[in-house]
Nanobody, 125 residues
Framework: EVQLVESGGGLVQAGESLRLSCAAS????????IGWFRQAPGKEREEISC????????YYKWSVKGRFTVSSDNPKNTVYLQMNGLQPEDTAVYYC??????????????????WGQGALVTVSS
């Protein structure tokens, strides 16, 4: 059974940083991609980043590129999302998803197999 456990959300002020973690189990970690969506109040869920845990290839949505960094610690079966320079518009619930056959920035929420439980990130101005 695939399981994803997230941690690391919280309340920060604009310009500060947070790191989210997504610990995975139930599949061969290095064979798949793991990604991140976020959903702001009243908005659709959007994919913002992913990483191919085997090759290290990464994808970032334009709105977070240069501020967010996705990485994986394969021995720990964990993916991280380091978020720097947070802004109020980054306020959302962040969800990791897996396993994905590739990292292309084209994941569809309706086709995601397993979601993490979500981590609330609130950025005050």
């Amino acid at each position: 059974e695939v399981q994803l456990v997230e941690s690391g959300g919280g309340l920060v002020q604009a310009g500060e940083s947070l790191r989210l973690s997504c610990a995975a189990s139930g599949f061969t970690f290095g064979d798949y991609a793991i990604g991140w969506f976020r959903q702001a109040p009243g908005k659709e869920r959007e994919e913002i980043s992913c990483i191919s845990t085997g090759s290290g290839y990464t994808y970032y949505k334009w709105s977070v590129k240069g501020r967010f960094t996705v990485s994986s610690d394969n021995p720990k079966n964990t993916v991280y999302l380091q978020m720097n320079g947070l802004q109020p518009e980054d306020t959302a619930v962040y969800y990791c998803y897996a396993p994905s056959p590739n990292c292309a920035g084209s994941a569809l929420p309706g086709r995601v197999e397993v979601w993490g439980q979500g981590a609330l990130v609130t950025v005050s101005s």
